[in-house]
């Protein structure tokens, strides 16, 4: 299907970042922050071997074409998730304290966005100096929750590497099990801190940790910035509108996901939660059961120059996967792949 003119000048506006989702069975219970010591003895029970995957025998890694649609990009859901950017005000697609730092900047090694003679350079001004975490941080999540949407928000601008493990309708797959035999129940959020050793529920609660714990001083920003996320039922209402609009995305396992999904290594993803271009690519990872690490790279991160001395360019999104060893980029094609590995007939 060809884009019209219309919806291709509609979605230049926001090529640079767009869209999340969410919805959750049930509000979740008060007062539920806790404090584990030890817990890392138990935190991966995967004594189990990575089970085996192959690719299929005509694959071949796509030529990254940046900010284009191709042939495979769903158009009407391209447009709902490019809808769904604009519900949630752009939220999760710019670091806290983002800001221009010049438009004429000269360096092959680092990240910028050239735009005919331009060449604009970003960064946050309030990170530099921010506690950064040396373990990844783990959360029980799925992706239509508007719960879980706003912890993941908020990790966006913080620009933290977390590890997702989806727990389809917070009731079904693996990880909901082992949630609920972690702590009794199968309610998601559920944040786990290996660097401190801190485990909580509650969404708003998890927020007011990652700010205290890996924000900036409170002297350096305004808190008034934070409010389509921090106003909880504004950023409830608008992630449920945003998830009945999607479809409920990862509400549901997939039929013919493999069943040993979740023993997998967990694929590392270069995105931010609101790029209508990774939205796919987070979908099929969630229906699929996939753990997936998360490494943050909205306008203004740190993580984009780490894209960039690693693979020569910046796009998203873009995935490592340990269980193959492939390496690629393209959202279509990616979904595509993800589909002929982690599945059966």
């Given at each position: 299907m060809?884009?019209t003119?219309?919806?291709l000048?509609?979605?230049?506006g926001?090529?640079?970042?767009?869209?999340c989702?969410a919805?959750?069975p049930?509000?979740?219970?008060?007062?539920?922050?806790t404090?584990v010591n030890?817990?890392?003895?138990?935190?991966?029970?995967a004594?189990?071997s990575?089970?085996?995957?192959?690719?299929?025998?005509d694959f071949?890694?796509?030529?990254?074409?940046p900010?284009?649609?191709?042939?495979?990009?769903d158009?009407?859901?391209?447009?709902?998730?490019s809808?769904?950017f604009?519900?949630?005000?752009?939220t999760?697609?710019?670091?806290?304290?983002?800001?221009i730092d010049s438009?004429?900047f000269?360096?092959?090694?680092s990240?910028?966005?050239?735009?005919?003679p331009?060449?604009?350079r970003?960064?946050?001004?309030v990170?530099?100096?921010?506690?950064r975490p040396?373990?990844?941080?783990?959360l029980y999540?799925?992706d239509?929750s508007?719960?879980c949407?706003?912890?993941r928000?908020?990790?966006?601008?913080?620009?933290?590497t977390?590890?997702?493990?989806?727990?389809?309708?917070?009731?079904?797959?693996?990880?909901?099990?082992e949630?609920?035999?972690?702590?009794g129940?199968?309610t998601?959020?559920?944040?786990?801190?290996?660097n401190?050793g801190?485990e909580?529920?509650?969404?708003?609660?998890?927020?007011?940790?990652?700010?205290?714990?890996y924000g900036?001083?409170?002297?350096?920003f305004d808190?008034?910035?934070?409010?389509p996320?921090?106003f909880?039922?504004?950023?409830i209402?608008?992630s449920t509108?945003?998830a009945i609009?999607?479809?409920?995305?990862?509400?549901?396992?997939?039929p013919?996901?493999?069943?040993?999904?979740?023993?997998?290594?967990p694929?590392e993803?270069?995105?931010?939660?609101?790029?209508?271009?990774?939205?796919p690519?987070?979908?099929?990872?969630?229906?699929l059961?996939?753990p997936?690490?998360m490494?943050?790279?909205?306008?203004g991160?740190?993580n984009r120059?780490?894209m960039v001395?690693?693979?020569g360019r910046?796009?998203?999104?873009f995935?490592?996967?340990?269980n193959?060893g492939?390496?690629?980029f393209e959202s279509a094609?990616i979904?595509?792949?993800?589909e002929?590995?982690y599945t059966?007939s």
């Amino acid at each position: 299907m060809t884009p019209t003119p219309l919806l291709l000048l509609s979605t230049i506006g926001v090529l640079g970042a767009f869209v999340c989702e969410a919805f959750v069975p049930s509000p979740l219970p008060q007062g539920s922050t806790t404090q584990v010591n030890g817990f890392l003895d138990n935190l991966m029970t995967a004594t189990q071997s990575t089970p085996k995957v192959s690719l299929p025998a005509d694959f071949v890694v796509p030529e990254p074409k940046p900010l284009s649609i191709s042939e495979k990009t769903d158009i009407v859901e391209f447009a709902k998730s490019s809808a769904a950017f604009v519900a949630r005000l752009g939220t999760g697609a710019f670091t806290l304290g983002w800001k221009i730092d010049s438009i004429f900047f000269k360096d092959d090694d680092s990240y910028s966005l050239k735009l005919g003679p331009f060449s604009i350079r970003d960064s946050s001004t309030v990170l530099q100096d921010a506690p950064r975490p040396n373990e990844a941080l783990i959360l029980y999540e799925y992706d239509a929750s508007p719960y879980c949407k706003r912890v993941r928000e908020m990790i966006n601008l913080l620009d933290l590497t977390v590890e997702y493990r989806p727990c389809p309708g917070a009731r079904q797959g693996k990880f909901s099990q082992e949630l609920s035999e972690r702590t009794g129940r199968q309610t998601v959020p559920y944040l786990i801190d290996p660097n401190t050793g801190v485990e909580m529920f509650e969404s708003s609660d998890q927020i007011e940790y990652l700010l205290n714990t890996y924000g900036p001083s409170e002297d350096l920003f305004d808190r008034k910035a934070l409010w389509p996320i921090t106003f909880e039922a504004f950023s409830i209402f608008t992630s449920t509108v945003v998830a009945i609009l999607k479809g409920i995305p990862g509400g549901k396992r997939q039929p013919n996901a493999r069943p040993d999904n979740e023993q997998m290594k967990p694929i590392e993803l270069w995105g931010y939660e609101s790029s209508p271009f990774v939205r796919p690519v987070r979908e099929k990872l969630g229906a699929l059961c996939l753990p997936h690490k998360m490494v943050s790279c909205p306008r203004g991160s740190a993580n984009r120059d780490k894209m960039v001395q690693k693979t020569g360019r910046f796009q998203v999104p873009f995935i490592v996967d340990p269980n193959t060893g492939i390496e690629m980029f393209e959202s279509a094609e990616i979904v595509d792949y993800l589909e002929k590995v982690y599945t059966q007939s």
